[in-house]
């Protein structure tokens, strides 16, 4: 009795609360599409190809971050040098990763050398000429190159995903892909062109002095002051927009000290602006730059867009505002670039669009296909195994429940690849069925009761099926660790298939034979 009593109410919870977690996804996928209000609420969430929606590929820039990385340390040399009251003679940039420094003051060469080795660890140091002169070289170490690379990738990747979620979208799918690809879905009906701006925006930010004595117009022939750029007004600013503007090459601040952008508005006219504030070491600079260039023009640049240029009235510590002629909506897209900015440049490599009567299709299709297949299935069991075939087809039923429940339970999308993997695991469900069966059929021709034949099957058919499918659970998760997303989508629900399939035969159907042999008082097995 031991035996049998575990079995039923292992069943009976696991099957309660897979109701519990399957009818959210079935509420939603009725003709009224209505918002379950029971808890917990889970459902399964629907890929982009079958409710349609948008994907993008964004690629970053890792090379760039890595640049970036020692343009920052660069310049930071050039603050230790004066902190440290060491005379440099000349700093050049030799290449990306590398940047060199020779000293006036050649009886301290080996003092300051040493100091510059114990601030910059990241760098390997060596002594060489530069322009005749003696030199310390800073080269970025390899290793700390190959860090700065994954940091700024998971840093890319949880920007978008931050940005995904401030722009509203139900149930995106943000996964990485190869070393620097980053594969953004969004089911469901979406603003395609707004999507595309706000997530796949560097925002990239710089603050440049405007040379206020170049032309424009002279500037666009071709005729550019030295240290000079032309640059144009934001596309979307309704005054100002597509304007030409030259502005000094030399970026004073980036936007990599940015601790804060938010949305505020303007007590006199009500206008929305973006007000900014920096960190310690940004709060520092900007006082520095605005102190040093009051009166003159200070531009304020994003994506190489120009989307302001205030006249500086005073030193201003700490924050500032970003102007330009923004409505509710810009000036909230604004404050999201800026709070989520890329690291490094991104660009959007691919993008696919998929319309929702494409995902109804798919859906039907899928669906139709599952029951045709479950139904020959069911009835191919009855016809060769009887009363037997009509447990394995119970255990059939439990089987979609299960997976279902379990595909809700983790939150999982589910695809149409991944309807391929249901009807696959639906297939191979009864094996383990057909295995148990055969083996109490021998048992049964070898003269054994119907106890001991069910015994006697189960017990030896138990192993051949733990490895079958422990196997086939193998092969699923290599394909969702290395495929890519529609191979996932299938490893997903052959996996989760696997797991259930394997509780179904050995729990399931036990725990029934077991009711008709001891509750019912059956002496004969229809197998």
């Given at each position: 009795?031991?035996?049998?009593?575990?079995?039923?109410?292992?069943?009976?919870?696991?099957?309660?609360?897979?109701?519990?977690?399957?009818?959210?996804?079935?509420?939603?996928?009725?003709?009224?599409?209505?918002?379950?209000?029971?808890?917990?609420?889970?459902?399964?969430?629907?890929?982009?190809?079958?409710?349609?929606?948008?994907?993008?590929?964004?690629?970053?820039?890792?090379?760039?971050?890595?640049?970036?990385?020692?343009?920052?340390?660069?310049?930071?040399?050039?603050?230790?040098?004066?902190?440290?009251?060491?005379?440099?003679?000349?700093?050049?940039?030799?290449?990306?990763?590398?940047?060199?420094?020779?000293?006036?003051?050649?009886?301290?060469?080996?003092?300051?050398?040493?100091?510059?080795?114990?601030?910059?660890?990241?760098?390997?140091?060596?002594?060489?000429?530069?322009?005749?002169?003696?030199?310390?070289?800073?080269?970025?170490?390899?290793?700390?190159?190959?860090?700065?690379?994954?940091?700024?990738?998971?840093?890319?990747?949880?920007?978008?995903?931050?940005?995904?979620?401030?722009?509203?979208?139900?149930?995106?799918?943000?996964?990485?892909?190869?070393?620097?690809?980053?594969?953004?879905?969004?089911?469901?009906?979406?603003?395609?062109?707004?999507?595309?701006?706000?997530?796949?925006?560097?925002?990239?930010?710089?603050?440049?002095?405007?040379?206020?004595?170049?032309?424009?117009?002279?500037?666009?022939?071709?005729?550019?002051?030295?240290?000079?750029?032309?640059?144009?007004?934001?596309?979307?600013?309704?005054?100002?927009?597509?304007?030409?503007?030259?502005?000094?090459?030399?970026?004073?601040?980036?936007?990599?000290?940015?601790?804060?952008?938010?949305?505020?508005?303007?007590?006199?006219?009500?206008r929305p602006y973006v007000g900014i504030?920096?960190?310690?070491?940004?709060?520092?600079?900007?006082?520095?730059?605005?102190?040093?260039?009051?009166?003159?023009?200070?531009?304020?640049?994003?994506?190489?867009?120009?989307?302001?240029?205030?006249?500086?009235?005073?030193?201003?510590?700490?924050?500032?505002?970003?102007?330009?002629?923004?409505?509710?909506?810009?000036?909230?897209?604004?404050?999201?670039?800026?709070?989520?900015?890329?690291?490094?440049?991104?660009?959007?490599?691919?993008?696919?669009?998929?319309?929702?009567?494409?995902?109804?299709?798919?859906?039907?299709?899928?669906?139709?296909?599952?029951?045709?297949?479950?139904?020959?299935?069911?009835?191919?069991?009855?016809?060769?195994?009887?009363?037997?075939?009509?447990?394995?087809?119970?255990?059939?039923?439990?089987?979609?429940?299960?997976?279902?429940?379990?595909?809700?339970?983790?939150?999982?999308?589910?695809?149409?690849?991944?309807?391929?993997?249901?009807?696959?695991?639906?297939?191979?469900?009864?094996?383990?069925?057909?295995?148990?069966?055969?083996?109490?059929?021998?048992?049964?021709?070898?003269?054994?009761?119907?106890?001991?034949?069910?015994?006697?099957?189960?017990?030896?058919?138990?192993?051949?099926?733990?490895?079958?499918?422990?196997?086939?659970?193998?092969?699923a998760l290599v394909l969702f660790q290395?495929?890519?997303?529609?191979?996932?989508?299938?490893?997903?629900?052959?996996?989760?298939?696997?797991?259930?399939?394997?509780?179904?035969?050995?729990?399931?159907?036990?725990?029934?034979?077991?009711?008709?042999?001891?509750?019912?008082?059956?002496?004969?097995?229809?197998?």
């Open positions: 009795m031991k035996t049998l009593s575990w079995r039923p109410v292992v069943v009976l919870i696991t099957l309660l609360v897979a109701l519990v977690l399957v009818l959210p996804t079935v509420q939603m996928l009725s003709e009224k599409k209505v918002q379950p209000t029971i808890w917990p609420y889970k459902k399964v969430n629907l890929g982009l190809d079958l409710q349609g929606g948008m994907q993008l590929v964004l690629q970053v820039d890792l090379d760039k971050a890595v640049e970036g990385t020692v343009d920052r340390s660069f310049d930071d040399l050039r603050s230790f040098l004066r902190q440290n009251h060491i005379r440099p003679k000349e700093l050049s940039r030799i290449a990306p990763t590398i940047f060199a420094v020779s000293l006036a003051d050649a009886d301290k060469f080996d003092q300051s050398k040493g100091l510059m080795a114990e601030e910059f660890r990241d760098f390997t140091l060596t002594e060489k000429d530069l322009n005749g002169e003696r030199a310390v070289y800073f080269a970025l170490k390899p290793g700390e190159a190959e860090n700065i690379k994954r940091l700024a990738f998971e840093k890319a990747i949880m920007k978008v995903r931050n940005r995904v979620d401030e722009y509203g979208a139900r149930e995106p799918d943000i996964r990485p892909q190869g070393d620097d690809r980053i594969v953004v879905q969004l089911p469901g009906i979406i603003d395609a062109d707004r999507a595309r701006k706000e997530i796949g925006r560097t925002g990239h930010l710089e603050f440049k002095l405007v040379d206020d004595e170049a032309d424009p117009r002279e500037a666009i022939k071709g005729n550019l002051p030295a240290g000079d750029e032309i640059r144009y007004y934001r596309k979307d600013d309704p005054e100002m927009a597509g304007r030409p503007i030259v502005l000094k090459k030399e970026t004073l601040l980036t936007g990599d000290y940015l601790s804060e952008a938010r949305v505020e508005f303007d007590r006199s006219t009500g504030k920096f960190n310690t070491k940004g709060s520092r600079i900007f006082a520095q730059i605005t102190g040093d260039n009051i009166n003159k023009r200070l531009a304020i640049v994003l994506d190489g867009e120009v989307y302001s240029a205030p006249v500086i009235r005073s030193k201003i510590e700490g924050a500032g505002i970003i102007e330009g002629n923004f409505n509710d909506q810009s000036a909230k897209a604004l404050a999201l670039v800026l709070r989520e900015a890329f690291p490094t440049p991104v660009k959007i490599l691919y993008e696919k669009q998929v319309g929702p009567s494409l995902g109804e299709d798919s859906i039907r299709r899928g669906l139709f296909s599952m029951l045709v297949g479950t139904l020959l299935v069911v009835v191919g069991m009855v016809i060769y195994y009887k009363w037997a075939g009509m447990i394995a087809n119970i255990a059939l039923v439990a089987d979609l429940i299960l997976l279902v429940a379990a595909m809700a339970a983790f939150n999982a999308t589910l695809t149409l690849p991944g309807i391929a993997g249901i009807i696959l695991t639906l297939g191979m469900a009864v094996d383990g069925n057909v295995l148990i069966y055969e083996r109490i059929r021998e048992e049964l021709r070898s003269g054994k009761t119907a106890r001991a034949a069910l015994d006697a099957g189960f017990e030896r058919a138990t192993l051949t099926i733990l490895d079958a499918n422990v196997t086939t659970l193998i092969a290395f495929g890519s997303g529609t191979v996932k989508g299938f490893a997903v629900t052959l996996s989760i298939g696997v797991v259930v399939s394997v509780f179904t035969v050995l729990v399931l159907c036990r725990a029934i034979f077991d009711y008709f042999l001891s509750s019912r008082q059956v002496k004969r097995l229809s197998v």
